[in-house]
């Protein structure tokens, strides 16, 4: 059978593009990820500088198995802290700019070992550091990530370990009964 008009696939595929063209006209400027899976939208940041900032949280805290996403949120925040305080905006600007100067190259297109090489030198700069101040809050406080790290979140409100992950390590091996104390 042919069927005529639009596959659903190729309407969801539209519309996102769309969404996104909308949202970037609205904003100024939108991240979206290579694959299509997220995006972002910008309000005090432009796209070249969350761009930026993406590979900057990830060299500083960096996680292979993380992937964009769960880094998005770090710029997300920076953003939401540039559009509320303008020296904020443009620390964060300036800093971008250093970082594209420092090896007379955009930062997104240097490898990742040049890029951790420009980073080092900066690290004592209010810029960097206020970068990796967000970036630990944004990366760790996010449940989504725990899971990557194994961490099942706080224990105190389900009556705490004793009872909830204190003995459900299953990576090591059971130890012979004669390193167990006998009972009493």
Do not use: C
Request: glycine share 10%; charged share 15%.
């Amino acid at each position: 059978m042919i069927r005529k008009g639009i596959y659903r696939r190729q309407f969801m595929q539209g519309g996102g593009a769309a969404a996104a063209g909308i949202a970037a006209a609205a904003s100024g400027a939108v991240l979206i990820a290579p694959d299509g899976a997220w995006a972002m939208s910008l309000s005090a940041l432009g796209q070249h500088e969350g761009e930026t900032l993406l590979q900057v949280s990830r060299q500083i805290y960096p996680h292979p198995n993380l992937g964009d996403m769960y880094y998005a949120k770090v710029v997300d925040d920076l953003d939401a802290k540039a559009k509320a305080d303008a020296a904020t905006a443009t620390l964060l600007k300036n800093g971008v700019a250093a970082l594209d100067k420092a090896m007379d190259v955009p930062f997104t297109e240097l490898s990742s070992g040049n890029q951790l090489a420009v980073l080092t030198t900066m690290e004592s700069t209010p810029f960097f550091q206020t970068v990796r101040g967000t970036a630990v809050v944004s990366l760790y406080n996010n449940p989504l990530v725990w899971r990557f790290f194994g961490y099942e979140g706080a224990s105190f409100p389900y009556g705490g370990y004793i009872h909830r992950g204190f003995n459900d390590i299953a990576w090591l091996p059971k130890p012979p009964e004669s390193a167990s104390p006998a009972a009493g």
